[in-house]
T-cell receptor
């Protein structure tokens, strides 16, 4: 089955800096990779996703890149703000399945 | 669009009682609903996948007689924790996906915090 590794587990940056979170996956049949943001006690919210026919996708300050050959994908947040502080989860859709396999999460702290 | 609600948001119950949690897709038809469990500071653990009108598929290690799932319509799935015990205390979150929501994209409910005394 699919296995998703996520790094780092914690990340602290200064406001205005960029933040990068990286994930690797094992199932070469995976073709959909969403990123979720979860604030304390709240639901995970989809912030961006990418499908395997695309190498990069951007939405304002957030971008995701995908390298299918290396089986890794990354989340990039530019010009970070304190409200970006949360736990971020990457996920990969298991090939031939409806199931998402999640990484262990990255706690991002943006210091004012 | 793609709003998922969950009820109740929190529940406290005595050991041995059963608790039912509802998950609803409000503005789209959810062909598939998922139930997750999340422990503090940990990731989402998939418990089961349910498709409307069919039996749920449980993940390995999840007792189907303990966690009863019903997906009676395209907008409602329920999770019943039977004979709850303190170790069942957790944050339970549902998610839903459907053609209108983007196919494989899952949208999450707000979660239900269960505390079993």
């Amino acid at each position: 089955g699919e296995n998703v590794e996520q790094h780092p587990s914690t990340l602290s940056v200064q406001e205005g800096d960029s933040a990068v979170i990286k994930c690797t996956y094992s199932d070469s049949a995976s073709n959909y990779f969403p990123w979720y943001k979860q604030e304390l006690g709240k639901r995970p919210q989809l912030i961006i996703d990418i499908r395997s026919n695309v190498g990069e996708k951007k939405d304002q300050r957030i971008a995701v890149t995908l390298n299918k050959t290396a089986k890794h994908f990354s989340l990039h947040i530019t010009e970070t703000q304190p409200e970006d502080s949360a736990v971020y989860f990457c996920a990969a859709l298991q090939g031939g399945s409806e199931k998402l396999v999640f990484g262990k999460g990255t706690k991002l702290t943006v210091n004012p | 669009g793609a709003v998922v609600s969950q009820h109740p948001s929190w529940v406290i119950c005595k050991s041995g009682t059963s608790v039912k949690i509802e998950c609803r897709s409000l503005d789209f038809q959810a062909t598939t609903m998922f139930w997750y469990r999340q422990f503090p500071k940990q990731s989402l653990m998939l418990m089961a996948t349910s498709n409307e009108g069919s039996k749920a598929t449980y993940e390995q290690g999840v007792e189907k007689d303990k966690f009863l799932i019903n997906h009676a319509s395209l907008t409602l799935s329920t999770l019943t924790v039977t004979s709850a015990h303190p170790e069942d205390s957790s944050f339970y979150i549902c998610s839903a996906s459907g053609r209108a929501s983007g196919g494989e994209t899952q949208y999450f409910g707000p979660g239900t915090r269960l505390l079993v005394l």
